[in-house]
């Protein structure tokens, strides 16, 4: 065998892989098959993994460049369709299909997988109402995680202004579409939680289609949101739109601009709240007040009455009272004494000897002073005093008779 025709290995593959790149056939490809053995290289973002069908399999690379602009990750056992061209890798000598673009091959593989990934993080207790946090209700700041070209910063940057300008917006900045996006993502979730550097986080991107949504269906970000100690408003989306961090979420909002409302509170509402308020404190107070004063001028009645001034003043008046109900008794008292003894004076006056003697009557008595009923109780030769009605006698019995 001549020497000249002896090729070395990487003459071999290098003739093979000429002929295969000049071959406009196999540059511009569509595949379809089933996803297997998939990995991520960690540190070039280069995808690696095999496509096959029943019979046979082809191993397929994806650059991290064209991998950046995938909408969605994809996972074992997932059917699609690679867009790519066939090369042979020099070194080892195999060919192999060289990934531009990765779609899924229907909608159902994409929800398929991802009720799988649901399913497992439900069963791990991800989805509990339990482990949700509660919104602070004034943030001092507000974090924001999405990208620096969507309308969605704008809106919620401009809706935190008008609401409540006293919190501090803190952006991070990130990819919402492509392979590095959930990465992207989930590291600044991470890293606000490190650095505590807000109060409330809102993670999410305005509308889009299922696959460019399809980022926030990935498991890390789901892990880095039910991790967070900072609470996460997600915001991906309308609000018929559903990802898999609304369920991990401590709060979900149809929009990013309906995230930023509910992140703060509305200053024009909470001014109108403490004005009611101010007034219905007004209102009690005034309230209270009436009522003490009413109560004190209670107490000062009552006080006012056991003072003893007043009460000696009591004392007085009714002594007064007491004296002209006395003098009243005693004068009722002494006119009916009096009108007895006028009565009594008159009989006695009826029965007076003095009315006989002004009838011409005459009352007789001895020298003693006694008075005469009967002739036996003087003889003839005594003296005696006769009492006539104005004046006396002095007489000498000359002679008796009796009758």
């Not at 290098?14 to 002929?19: A, D, E, L, N, R």
């Not at 397929?60 to 699609?80: C, H």
């Not at 590095?180 to 305005?206: C, H, P, T, Y």
């Not at 004190?296 to 001034?309: D, F, I």
């Amino acid at each position: 065998m001549a020497q000249e025709y002896v090729l070395s290995v990487s003459q071999l593959n290098f003739y093979i892989k000429s002929i295969i790149d000049a071959d406009r056939k196999l540059y511009d490809l569509y595949v379809s098959g089933e996803i297997s053995n998939f990995t991520r290289h960690f540190r070039t973002g280069h995808l690696y993994f095999t496509l096959k069908d029943k019979s046979s399999a082809i191993k397929v690379v994806m650059f991290s460049k064209a991998a950046d602009r995938l909408r969605f990750t994809p996972e074992d056992g997932m059917q699609v369709i690679v867009r790519g061209r066939v090369s042979v890798f020099e070194r080892d000598g195999t060919y192999q299909l060289y990934a531009e673009s990765i779609e899924a091959q229907s909608v159902g593989e994409l929800a398929a997988a991802l009720e799988r990934l649901k399913q497992k993080l439900k069963s791990e207790g991800l989805f509990d109402e339990s482990r949700k946090q509660p919104i602070p209700r004034f943030p001092k700041r507000v974090g924001v995680v999405t990208s620096a070209s969507s309308a969605a910063i704008q809106d919620i940057l401009s809706i935190l202004e008008r609401r409540w300008p006293l919190s501090e917006v803190v952006f991070c900045p990130v990819s919402v579409e492509g392979l590095k996006a959930a990465e992207e993502i989930s590291n600044a979730i991470k890293e606000f939680n490190d650095k505590k550097a807000a109060d409330v986080l809102i993670v999410g991107r305005g509308g889009g289609s299922v696959e460019e949504l399809w980022t926030f269906n990935d498991e890390r970000i789901a892990r880095a949101v039910a991790a967070s100690r900072i609470p996460v408003i997600s915001a991906v989306g309308h609000e018929s739109d559903y990802t898999l961090i609304d369920f991990v979420a401590d709060l979900r909002a149809p929009t990013p601009s309906a995230a930023a409302e509910l992140a703060v509170p509305e200053r024009a509402e909470l001014l109108h709240r403490i004005r009611l308020l101010e007034q219905r404190l007004k209102n009690s107070v005034d309230e209270i007040i009436n009522t003490k004063t009413y109560r004190l001028r209670l107490l000062e009645n009552k006080l006012s009455s056991r003072e003893p001034t007043a009460m000696i003043e009591n004392r007085i008046q009714l002594i007064d009272n007491l004296i002209q109900r006395l003098n009243k008794t005693a004068d009722i008292y002494l006119s009916n004494k009096q009108n007895r003894l006028i009565k009594n004076i008159s009989m006695l006056d009826a029965l007076s000897p003095l009315k006989n003697l002004q009838r011409g009557y005459a009352i007789a008595k001895s020298e003693k002073g006694k008075i005469i009923k009967s002739v036996s109780a003087v003889k003839v030769g005594d003296k005696i005093d006769v009492n006539l009605t104005d004046g006396a006698l002095k007489c000498n019995i000359l002679e008796m008779k009796e009758l």
